[in-house]
């Protein structure tokens, strides 16, 4: 699987949008972005994944540079309760046949503020 | 639908002994991957279960064991506890029909080993 590369820590103003980067430059053709988060002491939680067009849903949205090789996730109205680690990871297709698991780096610890 | 379950939330054991973790999937959910996280290490794969097989599993020694039963759910061992094993034990849950990897987690079992 690819290696991603995130800033350690990102503070965002409550109501405004929170832009979370992800560096993936060596991404191969057939793996997707996932980005998952991790509020304290709970387990992740999925929130959005892409191929190579932008992806939208009802918590964020995705947007993959037209290389790949970098990804932004966007908290359109951040509020408190988005604080968080949040975890980018790039993985392979998943066939029938293949293993699971997801690589979790050291995320960006996304804070909140007031 | 219900979510993914872990028992026991809480457990606190001495060097030595032994632990079983205990995990429910979302029904329907029929792979079952456990997670350790330390501040140290990390979000790290310890093993994937599938069809009550293992089918991957993490850099972790043999005391590191688990088992699935015919109705997905899931069960994992760490015998001859260290003080290093203190931890929160994640499991996930996900289809394997679907092509990408999205799985939920469980809250965790927080385990101290004194």
């Known amino acids: 699987d690819a290696k991603t590369t995130q800033p350690t820590s990102m503070d965002c103003a409550e109501g405004r949008a929170a832009n979370l980067p992800c560096n993936h430059s060596t991404i191969s053709g057939n793996e997707y972005v996932y980005w998952y988060r991790q509020i304290h002491s709970q387990g992740p939680q999925y929130i959005i994944h892409?191929?190579?067009n932008n992806e939208t849903n009802e918590m964020a949205s995705l947007i993959i540079t037209e290389d790949r090789k970098s990804s932004t996730l966007i908290l359109p109205h951040a509020t408190l309760r988005d604080t968080a680690v949040y975890y980018c990871i790039v993985r392979a297709t998943i066939s029938s046949g293949s293993a699971r698991q997801l690589t979790f780096g050291s995320g960006t610890q996304l804070t909140v503020l007031p | 639908k219900a979510g993914v379950t872990q028992t026991p939330r809480y457990l606190i054991k001495t060097r030595g002994q032994q632990v079983t973790l205990s995990c429910s999937p979302i029904?329907?959910?029929?792979?079952v991957s456990w997670y350790q996280q330390t501040p140290g290490q990390g979000l790290q794969f310890l093993f994937e279960y599938f069809s009550e097989t293992q089918r991957n599993k993490g850099n972790f020694p043999g005391r590191f064991s688990g088992r699935q039963f015919s109705n997905s759910r899931s069960e994992m061992n760490v015998s001859t506890l260290e003080l290093g094993d203190s931890a929160l034990y994640l499991c996930a849950s996900s289809l394997v029909s679907v092509s990408y990897n999205e799985q939920f987690f469980g809250p965790g079992t927080r385990l101290t080993v004194l």
């Open positions: 029904s329907g959910h029929r792979s």
């Open positions: 892409g191929l190579k």
